[in-house]
């Protein structure tokens, strides 16, 4: 179901789309911005047409919570994450299930792919990270470092680093090549919940219950700027494709748009009722959604 949101100024709520009976998790537009795909507590993943705010495929398989959607950028693959310690790997164009890869001892609760498709990243609470080759579902290696939980990953843009984020309140930068740790960041007071690359690479926001963003500069580890503003947790962060803002969902019920070369918000979206718990924008950078407690994902759309 979808119903239109009333205009304001700036980004503006387009549509809602409803069907998930329980928080919706995670979510993330293919490599053309032509399907969406969501995460949810209900065991299931959605397919969306965000055009027609249409569900067009329910994906039925993980047999408990659905915590996070990668798609291949091939459009060959749609990978899920879930609580019952497994990822799935579906054919997007059929729904069908083609591989089940388990290792994790704990929920599966992020996942990456990298930008050539050759390498799958899985973050568990079981404290590690677990490289897959996406193709074969071959396990590659598995990265151990963090002293608690993992609650985030996500791949540099040429896929050589990988980022992490854990409840031990650190993030790591992690050599692709060869699994060693390269660097460990430190500033959140809290856990550190949510992690992105910026598209050229050139910085990395960080997320955590303390409730703030943090950039850091990923060849030397030095903090550049604290981003606040939020009432509560950050869930989840992501680069627009310009790289000119950065979106973040909140406990706080919000989505707030950044400028991330500096400290201002230039943005608050409401509309949600509960937690915000995922963020993406859609490859032409027009197209906003956010995924919530109350089991909705909205769509926002640019002024420009």
């Known amino acids: 179901m979808w119903s239109k949101e009333k205009a304001d100024s700036g980004w503006t709520g387009l549509t809602v789309l409803e069907g998930h009976t329980h928080w919706v998790r995670g979510v993330a537009f293919n490599p053309d911005g032509t399907l969406l795909a969501s995460a949810s507590v209900d065991s299931a993943v959605r397919i969306w047409d965000p055009v027609f705010g249409r569900c067009t495929k329910t994906l039925k398989g993980h047999t408990d919570a659905v915590m996070a959607v990668a798609f291949s950028p091939h459009h060959k693959l749609l990978a899920s994450a879930g609580w019952d310690n497994t990822i799935r790997l579906w054919d997007p164009a059929s729904g069908v299930c083609v591989q089940t890869l388990e290792g994790h001892t704990g929920w599966v609760v992020g996942l990456a792919i990298g930008f050539d498709g050759k390498m799958m990243a899985s973050a568990s609470a079981d404290g590690t990270i677990r490289l897959w080759d996406p193709t074969t579902g071959r396990h ?8 608690d939980e993992l609650y985030a990953i996500a791949f540099s843009p040429d896929a050589k680093t990988l980022a992490s984020v854990s409840a031990d309140r650190s993030a ?31 910085i990395v926001a960080t997320g955590g219950a303390d409730k703030t963003i943090r950039i850091w500069d990923p060849t030397n580890g030095k903090e ?3 981003l606040e503003g939020h009432q509560g947790g950050v869930n989840a962060i992501a680069f627009s494709p310009t790289q000119r803002l950065l979106a973040s969902a909140g406990a706080d019920h919000t989505v707030r748009l950044w400028d991330p070369t500096s400290d201002k918000c230039i943005k608050v979206l409401e509309g949600h009722s509960m937690a915000v718990w995922g963020v993406a924008f859609n490859p032409a950078g027009k197209l906003l959604v956010s995924a919530s407690a109350d089991k909705s994902l909205r769509l926002w759309v640019s002024p420009k």
């Open 140 to 147: 590659i290696t598995t990265l151990d470092g963090h002293s």
């Open 172 to 202: 790591r930068l992690w050599d692709t090549s060869n699994g060693d740790c390269r660097m460990v960041l430190k500033g959140h007071r809290g856990w550190a919940t949510a992690v992105a690359y910026s598209p050229d690479g050139s």
């Open 224 to 226: 550049l700027r604290v």
